[in-house]
């Protein structure tokens, strides 16, 4: 369950005019009302030009991921950009959110000073407060990214990534303690500390009797089932599995974590019901230990608030792409079917039909390396005819043309994809303007001052014939930096 959103917004206002201080007054109740049916608790600010100094700048932000301020009037530009400037000095990754209202010239300073910030490369961002669906947006975003950021928690890597992730493990993505503001534990956790707790964990306990309960009620042809019919002790085994994760989850404080999975089959159980037991319990959870897979699956869950459908794409005709895999989180399911795994046939996986189809779902992949957010808004749809040659559950997603489909396939950065219900692509990507296009402009700047020391002198030319996307920024910064100093 994700918090509401509190938000202490310092508001710069010029009360040069009698009236000027009611007016404001009057405009942050009509803001707070706003702001909480957007499930927002604001918390107001004001610090009036000229009563201020920069000395006493508000200090609320020290420990925040983001620099929020509401310019309520004009004639405050000047105060607004002095205040972000020593934000930015301070953290120069957090973004510089700006808010502007319909009265006293709040717009038009916020303008000016958006623009000030922007030319001094500054990452500033101004909203309009009037503009509902900007304003869902945006704190949709804060509220995610205060949720993925949280003090003390972090996902787990329980086992190394499946061997044929090749381009999906650490290796690749860069041994990290932190992937997009979402800590990682330091260390791999061992498989073997689960099949400890497994071990542990006896047929007849009251977490197992839960669980085994929580998927016979979805999965009417089993509610004969009882635990003294040894035919029937898999899916008590595979429930075994499913408390003997959460408690590594409980252990470790965990709120998100990938699992290599297939090699609990020599065990004759799967990671399957588990995977989907966490999912439906608000952990994201990916399987074969995909960590680009686990990072979008947490970015869905905090923006979205619900769990998401991770799944191989299988094949594609026109602009169907068939999606299948052996594991979804029930909630966003109905005719369950508990099946054998696909691949091996043993243990317990889920077959299953969408509870939402014909709608709007977005499915989307984060590229970790190169920071990017892979994401398009899809019909989803179940499908009937189900082959036994792929894995159990099985969607067809309908883009909008086959170019959207073929383009999405050629930006993909590996197997999994992730399926959510809704449409939230524009909040995708305003969380990539705000929180990941200060790496994306990082990381251009290192292949130059790189070059820069190790390099003999080239001309011009021979840089811009090499120049890529990510070196185009960098150049464009540098020149604009070289045309003020002159």
């Excluded at 459908?309 to 005719?335: E, Q």
Aim: aromatic share 8%.
């Amino acid at each position: 369950m994700l918090n509401k959103l509190k938000l202490k917004i310092p508001v710069f206002a010029s009360l040069l005019q009698p009236s000027a201080k009611a007016a404001v007054d009057d405009l942050l109740v009509e803001l707070r009302t706003k702001f909480q049916t957007l499930d927002v608790e604001p918390d107001f600010r004001i610090y009036s030009q000229p009563h201020i100094e920069p000395a006493s700048f508000p200090e609320v932000h020290r420990s925040a991921q983001y620099y929020l301020c509401l310019i309520a009037t004009g004639g405050t530009e000047s105060l607004c950009v002095e205040y972000a400037s020593m934000l930015h000095k301070r953290a120069p990754e957090k973004p510089i959110v700006l808010l502007s209202q319909p009265y006293m010239n709040s717009l038009a300073a916020g303008l000016e000073a958006r623009c000030k910030l922007v030319y001094e490369t500054k990452p500033a961002y101004l909203f309009h407060t009037t503009d509902h669906q900007e304003m869902k947006n945006l704190f949709t975003v804060l509220r995610a990214r205060d949720y993925l950021t949280q003090e003390g928690k972090q996902v787990g890597i329980v086992g190394h990534p499946s061997d044929w992730l090749v381009a999906s493990d650490l290796e690749t993505i860069g041994s990290k303690s932190e992937v997009w503001g979402i800590k990682i534990h330091d260390d791999i956790i061992n498989l073997k500390e689960v099949m400890k707790a497994y071990q542990s964990t006896p047929h007849n306990s009251s977490e197992v009797e839960s669980i085994v309960r929580y998927f016979i009620s979805q999965d009417a042809k089993l509610s004969s089932l009882r635990p003294g019919d040894n035919n029937n002790l898999w899916l008590w085994d595979n429930a075994r599995f499913c408390v003997a994760l959460s408690k590594i989850v409980k252990q470790y404080d965990l709120f998100g974590l990938t699992l290599r999975c297939f090699d609990l089959i020599s065990k004759k159980i799967t990671g399957c019901l588990a995977v989907s037991y966490l999912n439906d319990m608000g952990i994201p959870c990916a399987c074969e230990g995909d960590i680009p897979a686990l990072v979008t699956m947490m970015l869905s869950h905090s923006i979205s608030g619900q769990p998401s459908f991770m799944a191989n794409p299988v094949h594609y005709s026109g602009k169907h792409l068939t999606l299948a895999h052996c594991t979804i989180p029930t909630k966003m399911t109905m005719h369950v079917n508990l099946r054998t795994h696909f691949e091996s046939g043993q243990g317990a996986a889920i077959q299953a039909d969408l509870r939402n189809p014909d709608k709007p779902w977005t499915i989307s992949r984060a590229n970790l390396w190169e920071n990017v957010m892979n994401c398009e808004e899809v019909i989803a749809r179940n499908i009937e005819a189900k082959s036994e040659k792929r894995c159990r559950t099985q969607v067809d997603a309908e883009f909008k043309s086959e170019e959207q489909l073929l383009k999405y396939l050629r930006k993909s950065s590996g197997n999994h994809q992730i399926l959510t219900e809704g449409s939230w692509v524009k909040t995708f990507q305003l969380y990539k303007k705000l929180f990941i296009h200060c790496l994306i402009i990082q990381k251009a700047y290192l292949p130059a001052i790189v070059f820069a020391l190790t390099s003999k002198a080239v001309s011009y030319t021979h840089l811009r014939a090499h120049e890529t996307s990510l070196h185009l920024v960098c150049r464009l910064l540098l020149e604009k930096k070289k045309k003020k100093k002159k």
